[in-house]
């Protein structure tokens, strides 16, 4: 009886061993989803040229893949990144961070969307203004380690913890330099288009 008992202990511990070593192997993994709706219109055209805006929204969808449990906060990070027509430099439009869990009642899914935004630009022979380029969606734990990231574009490490620290308004080069900031994002590179068109309400 004592072997018998002996042998069940050892058992329940190996167990206990590989249960912990299993949840240590297979840590919280993530499907994420991010699509961008985009619509263009005219807004205006002169001797110089033609005024479009482009109207991008950005939908976003993450569900937890399988696995045990997983109970603590997450937090979600969508960049918006745009360039500019005139000078190349990128701009980190906007910045949309959403915390929330996966439970049993959202089907372990969390979906969001980020606001409307206006990218304004001309064609013909003054080609300035704004164009939408990609997006970054970043999932931290609430420790702020990385969980995974999406983006439609391929960005090595170094290029995403750049634009995580440039934050929203800023403009900068392919190396991640700095070299301006967007006054006002949510219309962003607005003030170039005006002088492309003789006509027209901007």
Known sequence: MKGLTKGFLSMVVLGSIVAT????????????????????????????????????QCHVKIRKSGGQPYSDPLTAELYVIGQQIQTDLYGIIDVVKKEFNFTKENDNTFAFSSPMY???RTSGNINVGGKYVTYLLVVVDKNGKIVDTRSGRNIRDKGIAKIRELGPKTLFDKEGN?????ENPGEAFKKAVPAAVSTGNY
């Open 21 to 56: 070593s299993a949840h240590a192997t297979f840590p919280l993994r993530v499907d994420i989803d991010v699509s961008a709706k985009r619509s263009k219109k005219s807004i205006g055209a002169g001797d110089s040229g033609e005024a479009k805006v482009e109207n991008i």
């Open 118 to 120: 206006s990218m304004r």
């Open 178 to 182: 700095v070299a301006g900031i967007l």
